[in-house]
Protein backbone atom coordinates (compact mmCIF):
# COMPACT_ATOMS: atom_id res chain seq x y z
CA UNK A 1 0.00 0.00 0.00
CA UNK A 2 1.37 3.18 -0.85
CA UNK A 3 2.48 5.31 2.19
CA UNK A 4 -0.29 8.03 1.05
CA UNK A 5 -3.48 5.99 1.89
CA UNK A 6 -5.39 6.63 5.12
CA UNK A 7 -5.54 3.55 6.77
CA UNK A 8 -7.90 2.98 9.54
CA UNK A 9 -10.02 -0.04 11.20
CA UNK A 10 -13.12 1.99 10.29
CA UNK A 11 -11.97 2.14 6.88
CA UNK A 12 -10.66 -1.74 6.25
CA UNK A 13 -14.46 -2.48 7.83
CA UNK A 14 -15.73 -0.23 5.41
CA UNK A 15 -14.48 -1.96 2.63
CA UNK A 16 -15.48 -5.70 3.70
CA UNK A 17 -18.73 -5.44 4.62
CA UNK A 18 -20.20 -5.41 1.03
CA UNK A 19 -18.43 -9.27 0.61
CA UNK A 20 -19.46 -10.54 4.65
CA UNK A 21 -23.18 -8.96 2.83
CA UNK A 22 -22.84 -11.61 0.19
CA UNK A 23 -21.48 -14.15 2.06
CA UNK A 24 -24.58 -13.85 4.45
CA UNK A 25 -27.11 -13.88 1.77
CA UNK A 26 -25.80 -16.56 -0.41
CA UNK A 27 -28.90 -18.83 0.63
CA UNK A 28 -31.34 -16.25 0.05
CA UNK A 29 -34.47 -16.55 -2.56
CA UNK A 30 -35.70 -13.57 -4.30
CA UNK A 31 -39.10 -14.88 -2.13
CA UNK A 32 -37.29 -14.54 0.90
CA UNK A 33 -35.43 -11.13 0.35
CA UNK A 34 -38.74 -9.87 -0.24
CA UNK A 35 -41.02 -11.55 2.89
CA UNK A 36 -41.17 -9.42 6.52
CA UNK A 37 -41.39 -11.18 9.23
CA UNK A 38 -43.24 -8.97 10.63
CA UNK A 39 -45.43 -5.97 10.03
CA UNK A 40 -43.34 -3.48 11.97
CA UNK A 41 -40.14 -5.58 10.23
CA UNK A 42 -38.29 -4.69 7.19
CA UNK A 43 -37.41 -7.68 4.67
CA UNK A 44 -33.91 -7.99 3.60
CA UNK A 45 -34.86 -6.01 0.37
CA UNK A 46 -36.31 -3.25 2.88
CA UNK A 47 -32.89 -3.22 5.22
CA UNK A 48 -30.85 -3.51 1.94
CA UNK A 49 -32.50 -0.22 0.21
CA UNK A 50 -32.16 1.39 2.96
CA UNK A 51 -28.32 1.01 3.20
CA UNK A 52 -28.11 1.96 -0.47
CA UNK A 53 -30.18 5.30 0.35
CA UNK A 54 -28.01 5.95 3.71
CA UNK A 55 -24.83 5.28 1.89
CA UNK A 56 -25.59 8.44 -0.24
CA UNK A 57 -27.76 10.70 1.76
CA UNK A 58 -26.25 9.73 5.01
CA UNK A 59 -23.04 9.28 5.20
CA UNK A 60 -21.37 10.03 2.17
CA UNK A 61 -23.41 13.49 2.09
CA UNK A 62 -22.09 14.31 5.43
CA UNK A 63 -18.23 13.47 4.63
CA UNK A 64 -18.42 15.55 1.63
CA UNK A 65 -20.06 18.32 3.43
CA UNK A 66 -17.38 17.67 6.10
CA UNK A 67 -14.40 17.64 4.05
CA UNK A 68 -15.72 21.04 1.97
CA UNK A 69 -16.15 22.87 4.60
CA UNK A 70 -14.97 22.73 7.89
CA UNK A 71 -18.06 22.89 10.43
CA UNK A 72 -20.71 21.89 7.99
CA UNK A 73 -24.03 21.65 8.87
CA UNK A 74 -25.22 18.37 8.59
CA UNK A 75 -28.94 17.46 7.77
CA UNK A 76 -30.73 15.40 10.45
CA UNK A 77 -32.06 11.74 8.79
CA UNK A 78 -35.28 10.78 10.43
CA UNK A 79 -35.36 6.80 8.82
CA UNK A 80 -38.60 6.12 10.20
CA UNK A 81 -40.01 9.15 8.28
CA UNK A 82 -38.45 7.38 5.02
CA UNK A 83 -39.85 4.26 5.50
CA UNK A 84 -43.32 5.66 6.60
CA UNK A 85 -43.00 7.07 3.13
CA UNK A 86 -41.76 3.76 1.37
CA UNK A 87 -38.83 4.94 0.70
CA UNK A 88 -37.28 1.65 1.22
CA UNK A 89 -40.19 -0.54 -0.21
CA UNK A 90 -40.67 -2.05 -3.25
CA UNK A 91 -37.23 -2.02 -4.53
CA UNK A 92 -35.10 -5.00 -6.38
CA UNK A 93 -32.97 -6.02 -3.65
CA UNK A 94 -30.52 -6.96 -5.65
CA UNK A 95 -30.59 -3.54 -7.30
CA UNK A 96 -30.49 -2.09 -4.27
CA UNK A 97 -27.57 -4.15 -3.17
CA UNK A 98 -25.27 -3.40 -6.39
CA UNK A 99 -26.35 0.33 -5.71
CA UNK A 100 -24.98 0.51 -2.32
CA UNK A 101 -22.49 -1.83 -3.25
CA UNK A 102 -20.92 0.87 -6.15
CA UNK A 103 -21.60 3.85 -3.66
CA UNK A 104 -19.81 2.13 -0.76
CA UNK A 105 -16.75 1.07 -3.45
CA UNK A 106 -16.56 4.93 -4.34
CA UNK A 107 -16.62 6.16 -0.78
CA UNK A 108 -13.63 3.50 0.67
CA UNK A 109 -11.90 4.67 -2.82
CA UNK A 110 -12.39 8.51 -1.36
CA UNK A 111 -11.44 7.91 1.96
CA UNK A 112 -8.14 6.11 1.07
CA UNK A 113 -7.09 9.09 -0.27
CA UNK A 114 -7.37 11.39 2.44
CA UNK A 115 -4.55 12.96 4.83
CA UNK A 116 -5.35 11.84 8.28
CA UNK A 117 -5.52 15.24 9.16
CA UNK A 118 -9.08 15.01 7.77
CA UNK A 119 -10.29 12.95 10.25
CA UNK A 120 -10.27 16.44 12.88
CA UNK A 121 -12.65 18.16 10.57
CA UNK A 122 -15.93 18.62 12.02
CA UNK A 123 -19.61 18.81 11.10
CA UNK A 124 -22.21 20.65 13.24
CA UNK A 125 -25.01 18.17 13.36
CA UNK A 126 -28.79 19.76 15.54
CA UNK A 127 -29.20 17.25 17.58
CA UNK A 128 -25.43 15.80 18.28
CA UNK A 129 -23.51 19.05 18.07
CA UNK A 130 -20.05 18.69 16.57
CA UNK A 131 -19.00 15.51 15.02
CA UNK A 132 -15.71 14.66 13.79
CA UNK A 133 -14.63 13.41 10.40
CA UNK A 134 -13.08 9.96 12.70
CA UNK A 135 -16.92 9.73 14.65
CA UNK A 136 -18.83 9.97 11.25
CA UNK A 137 -16.22 6.78 9.80
CA UNK A 138 -16.99 4.83 13.32
CA UNK A 139 -20.60 5.50 13.41
CA UNK A 140 -20.58 4.45 9.83
CA UNK A 141 -19.21 1.04 10.51
CA UNK A 142 -21.24 0.83 13.75
CA UNK A 143 -24.30 1.26 11.47
CA UNK A 144 -22.95 -1.45 8.85
CA UNK A 145 -22.24 -3.73 11.76
CA UNK A 146 -25.78 -3.32 13.21
CA UNK A 147 -27.34 -4.46 9.69
CA UNK A 148 -25.30 -7.03 9.65
CA UNK A 149 -26.53 -8.60 12.21
CA UNK A 150 -30.42 -7.92 11.00
CA UNK A 151 -29.55 -9.45 7.98
CA UNK A 152 -27.76 -12.69 9.71
CA UNK A 153 -30.86 -12.93 11.85
CA UNK A 154 -33.00 -12.93 8.63
CA UNK A 155 -30.97 -15.73 6.97
CA UNK A 156 -30.93 -17.23 9.83
CA UNK A 157 -34.47 -17.48 10.67
CA UNK A 158 -35.57 -17.74 6.80
CA UNK A 159 -33.09 -20.24 5.58
CA UNK A 160 -31.84 -22.27 7.68
CA UNK A 161 -33.44 -22.45 11.06
CA UNK A 162 -36.47 -24.11 9.31
CA UNK A 163 -34.56 -27.06 7.79
CA UNK A 164 -33.32 -27.74 11.42
CA UNK A 165 -35.07 -29.69 13.25
CA UNK A 166 -35.68 -30.51 16.42
CA UNK A 167 -33.07 -28.34 17.09
CA UNK A 168 -35.31 -25.49 16.17
CA UNK A 169 -36.25 -25.58 20.18
CA UNK A 170 -32.93 -24.12 21.36
CA UNK A 171 -33.92 -21.01 19.14
CA UNK A 172 -35.56 -17.85 19.53
CA UNK A 173 -35.20 -15.56 16.08
CA UNK A 174 -36.04 -11.96 16.39
CA UNK A 175 -35.41 -11.35 12.73
Same mark, same amino acid.
Given at each position: ??P ?23 S ?7 R %? ?58 E ?22 K ?10 G ?12 C ?10 E ?13 F? %? ?6
Amino acid at each position: MPPHELEHPALDQLAATPEILRILMASVSDEMALR %KPAPDRWSLAEVLEHLSHTEGHVFRARLDLMLAKDGAELEPYDEKAFDAEGVYSGNDPEESFAHWEEQREAAVELIRTLDATKLTRTGRHPELGVVTVEQLLNNWVCHDLGHVRQIAELVRAQSFAPEAGPFQ %KYYHLKP
